[in-house]
């Protein structure tokens, strides 16, 4: 049987409308699934797999700071905009490729 790599990262991109790009990627696999099924809000019988990007809102930050600033460290929702994604491969490598080649779109 074949291994599934799951990886969660928060993409980060400046706040300006006119600036899309994302311009880095914090792995935060290590925060248990349920967790971030709570702080992002996500709805999974509408999206069962995670397959759409969830904003990190000032309301879930506000809610769950303490804990973000253990787990992640400090995040500035004034400038940055911090976006929920997953990622899963049949291995490491094809994940890094797949986020790296993101960072460069």
């Known amino acids: 049987m074949k291994n599934k790599y799951y990886f969660f990262y928060l993409e980060i991109a400046l706040k300006k409308k006119e600036d899309l790009n994302v311009y880095a990627f914090e792995n935060i ?3 248990p699934t349920n967790k971030l ?3 992002f809000n996500i709805k999974l019988e509408k999206d069962p ?3 759409e990007g ?3 809102t000032k309301t879930m930050y506000r809610k ?3 804990y973000l600033g253990q787990h992640i460290g400090a995040l500035n929702l004034d400038v940055f905009v911090y976006c929920l994604r997953l990622y899963a491969g049949d291995s490491y490598k094809v994940i890094r490729k ?3 080649k993101n ?3």
């Open 103 to 105: 960072l460069l779109e």
């Open 98 to 100: 797949l986020y790296k």
């Open 29 to 31: 696999s290590h925060i």
């Open 49 to 51: 797999y995670l397959l």
């Open 54 to 56: 969830y904003l990190l």
């Open 37 to 39: 099924i709570e702080i």
């Open 64 to 66: 769950h700071k303490e």
